[in-house]
């Protein structure tokens, strides 16, 4: 079955950086478009960056361009998040996340605190 495991998140103080990894299994990981999603507290679920199967494509949440960089390692079956210049309003549950078959799958999500 389809699995995907986060980790990597934490406590950070503001400007600080973290990388999350998400290891996938269960699927084709290779022919596979990955993306980040993130929950803050009381609020919505939303889409932060993407990353293409070839890795040659990738899209952010304009809160986060020019901080956050996604990418894949296809071999190890793993996509990575880059977090630099971290604020307060980056905090929140992280999840990883793929597209199959028209079925979303959701990793448990690794939990990201900016706070000094």
């Known amino acids: 079955q389809v699995q995907l495991v986060e980790s990597g998140g934490g406590l950070v103080q503001p400007g600080g950086s973290l990388r999350l990894s998400c290891t996938a299994s269960?699927?084709?990981?290779?022919?596979?478009?990955m993306s980040w999603y993130r929950q803050p507290p009381g609020k919505e679920r939303e889409l932060v960056a993407y990353?293409?199967?070839?890795?040659?494509?990738?899209n952010y949440a304009d809160s986060v361009k020019g901080r956050f960089t996604i990418s894949r390692d296809n071999a190890k079956n793993t996509v990575y998040l880059q977090m630099n210049s971290l604020k307060p309003e980056d905090t929140a549950l992280y999840y990883c996340?793929?597209?199959?078959?028209?079925?979303?799958?959701w990793g448990q999500g690794t939990q990201v605190t900016v706070s000094s």
């Open positions: 996340n793929t597209l199959l078959g028209g079925n979303n799958y």
């Open positions: 269960g699927f084709t990981f290779a022919s596979s478009g």
């Open positions: 990353i293409r199967w070839t890795g040659t494509y990738t």
